[in-house]
């Protein structure tokens, strides 16, 4: 208590009320408090925590939001950034790699990454053409197949080169318009974007927008679960990261392996081209699997399960919630804040010791990465989908309240925010998502569960409105669906929103094929065509659901209800139909989606255009 008190405090410089809390002092000790403009309170600080910091206060709540708030608003604005500006400010390189951890710039930089001939094959690739035109390359591959190291060290190789090279991380988060601009601005001769999925459908003109006709170099690294964000037409160079290893690149990996004392089992093999072989045979699991299998001298589905059986439950938690935002499901969000995480871990309850024991237990272990903004990821995404297909998926109980905390806490974070492309309100429509809901495995009952405890923030939103309907609406339960959609509606900026619309008329048009012959579920089955025609025609490519629904649905519809129809509404129907295939081939023909949708549907187009009746002029 003494130095805090006899520090003169300048004029000035307390602009706001001072507290100290201590237990009762010597008078000269209260002298000295008020000469610093200090107020005390006078009890233990343990019994100030416990008495006036409990959970429960609202004002402190209410600061808290407050202060999340203007968190979530200061981690904004990430985009592209300098390659030379990464490696300027990334650490040394570290062994830890090879162990399984996300490659980093001083990784690549201080080659601790083995140089692999996949980065050879890029470079070709990346040559300009006779016309002087730079191309586009799509590097696709399996998680864990080395395609963001493979990236990373063709990016270092072209900066070594004198280029300038741009990166666009998993954890950008400026809409592709800004990240455009900011390229232009800083006028990279390449740009590299790691997991370009990030971007869903707005990827293609991303990358052709980064492209600028030939100016600049893309390369992208593209998952191939995630193949129909592009569309098979795109014109990209296309490069594979699950061709198999060469033996100069196997043998390149165990040099690599030998100098940094991690050659693990492949030391019982006497002759080199021994351990290639083992090598070459464990490689067939994936690149990353191969390295965890090969320096712990476990599998890797195997370890990546022992290392979370092992942890203390507060240490599971952790984890698994790291894991689960690192993973494939929520894409859109790369790791979490680490305040955010203790918030999320201790709910309904404040943060305690042990929460932060478990965290800090999780970083000692090299299981959660740290990064210089305060941010904890899971050390390897590929390890993180393992984690939650292979532990979290089959405890459905402990899923359902992973997803509810994580949802409900999000909920709380963005609820108000607007902007559609801020980190946060990503994480939060991602988690709403209803396809996302539907992966999940859970029964319906826990995904009402999951949704209801968020709906103290998200019940005027008519987003999360339209995501219970659109989860009810592939359930099948349609009535659930209608309740939903209208209240999705009845919510501000609902009335107008193309997106309800769309969903609206998927519902008319489902209960219409349960019961053809209904004179009402026909008309509202025609109004459902009318209203996706107008959709589609006033938003075109915005609107790019609204004509996967109406070919699907209302060829599916058209199909199983034509002979309950007057000549006049089957023509008018299959006319309406064609017009807007014809309308989508204008303005969404590079839509994978559409596409699919469009072809799925042509045998039976063409036998209901056989069928139609009336002569064709």
């Not at 014109?235 to 165990?254: C, F, H, K, T």
Request: hydrophobic fraction near 40%; glycine fraction near 6%; charged fraction near 30%.
């Amino acid at each position: 208590m003494g130095d805090a008190a006899r520090r003169r405090v300048e004029p000035g410089e307390l602009d706001f009320p001072g507290f100290i809390v201590t237990p009762e002092g010597t008078p000269a000790d209260r002298a000295r408090l008020r000469e610093a403009g200090l107020q005390h309170i006078r009890m233990t600080p343990a019994a100030f925590v416990r008495d006036r910091l409990m959970p429960g206060i609202q004002a402190l709540e209410d600061g808290n939001r407050a202060l999340t708030r203007e968190l979530a608003d200061a981690q904004q604005g990430v985009g592209v950034l300098s390659v030379s500006g990464l490696l300027e400010n990334a650490p040394a390189g570290d062994r830890t790699f090879l162990q399984g951890r996300d490659a980093t710039w001083g990784d690549v930089r201080d080659r601790i990454a083995a140089p692999l001939s996949l980065v050879d094959t890029l470079r070709a690739r990346a040559a300009r053409t006779a016309e002087g035109r730079s191309p586009i390359i799509l590097l696709k591959g399996r998680a864990g197949s080395g395609k963001t190291t493979a990236l990373m060290q063709l990016a270092y190789r072209l900066h070594t080169g004198a280029d300038a090279v741009g990166w666009v991380d998993r954890a950008a988060s400026n809409p592709p318009h800004t990240i455009v601009k900011q390229a232009r601005e800083q006028r990279f001769d390449a740009v590299f974007v790691d997991d370009v999925q990030l971007f869903k459908g707005g990827a293609a003109r991303l990358l052709e927008d980064l492209n600028a006709n030939g100016e600049t170099l893309v390369v992208a690294g593209l998952r191939t679960t995630r193949e129909k964000e592009i569309d098979a037409a795109f014109p990209a160079e296309i490069v594979s990261s699950d061709e198999p290893l060469g033996d100069d690149d196997l043998r390149r990996i165990i040099e690599t392996l030998d100098s940094n004392a991690l050659i693990g089992k492949l030391k019982q093999f006497r002759q080199t081209h021994q351990k290639v072989d083992e090598l070459r045979r464990i490689c067939d699991r994936g690149l990353l699997a191969a390295m965890i299998e090969v320096v712990s001298g476990t599998p890797f589905e195997k370890l990546v399960e022992s290392e979370f059986d092992e942890l203390d439950a507060e240490s599971q938690w952790a984890y698994a919630f790291v894991c689960f935002s690192d993973s494939e499901l929520i894409f859109q969000k790369r790791g979490i804040d680490r305040a955010d995480l203790l918030e999320i871990v201790a709910l309904p309850d404040q943060p305690s010791r042990r929460h932060h024991t478990a965290v800090r237990q999780l970083i000692s272990m090299n299981l959660l990465v740290p990064t210089p903004e305060g941010w904890l990821r899971c050390r390897q995404r590929t390890i993180a989908d393992t984690v939650v297909a292979k532990v979290l998926k089959p405890k459905k109980r402990d899923l359902e309240k992973l997803v509810g905390r994580l949802l409900y806490f999000y909920a709380g974070r963005a609820a108000h925010i607007k902007d559609r492309n801020h980190i946060d309100r990503r994480a939060m429509i991602r988690l709403l998502n209803h396809d996302t809901m539907r992966t999940l495995g859970l029964n319906p009952e826990a995904v009402r569960r999951i949704y209801h405890e968020s709906h103290p923030f998200l019940g005027n939103d008519p987003h999360y409105w339209l995501q219970r309907a659109e989860y009810e609406i592939q359930m099948d339960h349609l009535d659930l669906a209608r309740n939903h959609l209208a209240a999705a509606r009845g919510c501000q900026g609902g009335e107008q929103d193309y997106f309800i619309r769309t969903a609206e008329s998927t519902v008319r048009l489902r209960s219409a094929r349960r019961d053809p012959a209904s004179l009402p579920l026909r008309q509202d089955a025609l109004k459902a065509l009318n209203d996706l025609d107008d959709v589609v025609r006033k938003h075109r490519g915005l609107a790019r659901n609204a004509f996967v629904v109406l070919i699907k649905e209302g060829v599916k519809w058209l199909h199983e209800c034509h002979a309950d129809l007057t000549p006049r509404e089957y023509r008018d129907a299959l006319d309406l139909i064609e017009d807007d295939i014809a309308l989508g081939q204008e303005c969404i023909a590079d839509i994978n989606q559409f596409q699919a949708a469009v072809h799925s549907t042509a045998m039976i187009r063409t036998r209901l255009r056989a069928t139609a009746p009336g002569i064709p002029l």
